[in-house]
């Protein structure tokens, strides 16, 4: 590897606020918040919105979509000019 090209790598804990969960992990990303993780350092820490302690996916929360509505309200924005193009 070229010196001097690559990000610096570090430890920094992400914390997803919505389920109230932190994580230690490496990454190329810094912070100007720091927070003390359970072994008594000091690390940069990220705020995030969703992780997979969070999304619906991940917890088996997910919603089923109604696609049958939606493609009902398709037809009726687009169905006439739609099918008069093909």
């Known amino acids: 590897m070229k010196p001097r090209i690559h990000p610096v790598s570090r430890p920094v804990v992400f ?4 389920a109230d ?3 230690l992990t490496r990454s190329t990303a810094d912070s100007a918040q720091r927070v003390e993780w359970q072994d008594g350092n000091t690390y940069p820490v990220i ?15 997910s919603r089923v979509l109604d696609s049958a509505g939606r493609v009902e309200r398709f037809d009726r924005r687009y169905g006439t000019a739609a099918s008069a193009r093909s």
Do not use: C, L, N, Q
Request: aromatic residues 14%.
């Open 21 to 23: 969960i932190a994580f």
């Open 47 to 61: 705020d995030v919105e969703v992780s997979s302690a969070s999304h619906p996916f991940y917890t088996g929360k």
């Open 15 to 18: 914390r997803d606020r919505a």
